[in-house]
């Protein structure tokens, strides 16, 4: 099945970019989305990209794609201490199927002012 | 705002209680959702409703009883739980099961004393 894999723990300073990485499994993920959670929040879609797409860019979010090495991350332009969150990837496997989506563990981003 | 309101944000049991979370969403929306994220640990998908009727059951223990009445509202009645039950449930809704993005509510956050 889908195993999505991310590094634990970012840390920037405000202004700076920030990249956080995903590794998955399945490569007929069919989507492949980026959810933000904030402290006592439940988990908030920030973005998503279609797997016949090698880049995505919604104002300071840029995701990028590389199928051929099952590589996804999430570039935050000009961070700021509101980007302070655990992110998380995940894909879905078997055809889409939502109920098979599968998160990483989230990387917990930390700027720094 | 989130479209998935979820009731109550807190809740602290004793083993012996019964007690029920609700879920509303707002969005239209067919599929309904319940997770379980516990720390340090992938969020874990525990049941999933299709227009009304359970498509899933993650092997969750039957100490944990879903109801969905309808496509906008789902419960999780809980009864004589563990310790180690506690944790953040998250309800999440979509459009439909395939390739539609999940939305979250902000969870429930469960402390079983």
């Known amino acids: 099945g889908e195993d999505v894999e991310q590094s634990l723990f970012l840390s920037v300073r405000e202004g700076d970019s920030s990249v956080i990485n995903c590794t998955y499994t399945?490569?007929?993920?069919?989507?492949l989305y980026w959810y933000k959670q904030e402290p006592g929040a439940g988990l908030q879609l920030l973005t998503y990209?279609?797997?016949?797409?090698d880049m995505k860019q919604d104002q300071r979010l840029t995701v990028l794609l590389n199928k051929k090495d099952k590589h996804l991350s999430l570039r935050i332009a000009d961070t700021q201490t509101g980007d302070s969150a655990i992110y998380f990837c995940?894909?879905?496997?078997?055809?889409?199927?939502?109920?098979?989506?599968?998160f990483g563990t989230g990387t917990l981003l930390a700027v720094q002012p | 705002e989130t479209g998935v309101t979820q009731t109550p944000r807190h809740l602290v049991m004793g083993m012996t209680n019964k007690k029920s979370l609700k879920c509303e969403q707002h969005?239209?929306?067919?599929?309904m959702y319940w997770y379980k994220q516990s720390a340090k640990k992938p969020l874990e998908l525990m049941f999933v409703y299709n227009f009304k009727e359970q498509t899933e059951n993650n092997s969750v223990p039957s100490r944990f009883s879903p109801e969905c009445p309808n496509s906008s509202h789902l419960f999780l009645h809980l009864h004589t739980l563990q310790p180690e039950d506690s944790a953040l449930y998250l309800c999440?809704?979509?459009?439909?099961?395939?390739?539609?993005?999940?939305?979250f509510g902000n969870g429930t956050r469960l402390t079983v004393t």
């Open positions: 999440a809704s979509s459009q439909e099961l395939g390739n539609t993005p999940l939305h």
């Open positions: 969005l239209g929306h067919n599929a």
């Open positions: 995940a894909g879905c496997g078997h055809g889409g199927a939502t109920n098979k989506l599968i």
């Open positions: 399945d490569s007929s993920s069919t989507y």
């Open positions: 990209i279609f797997s016949n797409m």
